[in-house]
């Protein structure tokens, strides 16, 4: 289930089950989107991004979904594995230039064995 | 082809010291990004750099911060007098110039945990 406090909001899954992280992005302007995982004590790595002219992405086990409307983003996890564990965030470009990102709060998945 | 490269990983300075965190981007990378993260939070977007130039510093302190990329060398990010409240972890990424398409996909360094006692 899903529980939000003071600390990160954390999704926990069995091993094997589908996993979706959900996030809302703020600048209903930003154009380009990012799903980074995050382990601890590591820097954010890329997992998937998706431009404003699409609303579905795909890539190994993980799919991008968009929906520019309520401003909402999700990640899907298929056959979550162990190695999965990690804090997630989202990421909207803010800039007209560059990569300046602005990132979400983070949701932090637990793959039960 | 080396990743972004810290360091150093971990760096410990008393309130009043001075902090240089060096950042070395990807190989024909040319755009510098810093961001500080809190424990339990999201990244905040600092800076952006590219060689020799400042982009867009509008997410960076007015006072005690700095940052530079220059000719030669890696990007630095200096903090004046460290207070604790600077204490976080603070990441670099880099990527190559824009292309045509527009954004392209940025890579994170390992980051350095600045610890301020």
């Known amino acids: 289930g899903e529980s939000v406090g003071l600390h990160l909001p954390t999704l926990s899954v069995q091993e094997g089950d589908n996993s979706i992280i959900n996030c809302a992005y703020s600048?209903?302007?930003?154009?380009?989107f990012i799903w980074y995982k995050q382990e601890s004590g590591k820097g954010p790595q890329f997992i998937i991004d998706i431009r404003s002219n699409m609303d579905k992405r795909q890539g190994q086990r993980v799919t991008v979904l968009l929906n520019k409307t309520v401003k909402h983003l999700s990640l899907q996890i298929a056959a979550t594995q162990p190695g999965d564990s990690a804090v997630y965030f989202c990421?909207?470009?803010?800039?007209?230039?560059?990569?300046?990102?602005?990132f979400g709060g983070g949701t932090r998945l637990m793959v039960k064995p | 082809n080396a990743g972004v490269m810290q360091n150093p990983r971990h760096l410990v300075r008393r309130r009043g010291q001075e902090a240089r965190l060096r950042c070395s981007p990807m190989k024909g990378h040319s755009h510098v990004y810093w961001y500080r993260q809190l424990p339990e939070e999201g990244l905040k977007f600092m800076v952006y750099l590219q060689k020799e130039n400042i982009i867009d510093e509008s997410g960076m302190p007015k006072e005690r911060f700095s940052a530079e990329f220059p000719k030669e060398g890696p990007s630095i990010l200096r903090i004046q007098q460290v207070v604790r409240g600077d204490s976080a972890a603070y990441f670099c990424?880099?990527?190559?110039?824009?292309?045509?398409?527009?954004?392209?996909?940025?890579?994170f360094g390992q980051g350095t945990r600045l610890t301020v006692v």
């Open positions: 600048n209903s302007a930003s154009d380009y």
């Open positions: 990421a909207e470009n803010i800039g007209n230039a560059g990569n300046m990102l602005t």
């Open positions: 990424a880099s990527s190559p110039r824009q292309g045509a398409a527009g954004n392209t996909e940025a890579f």
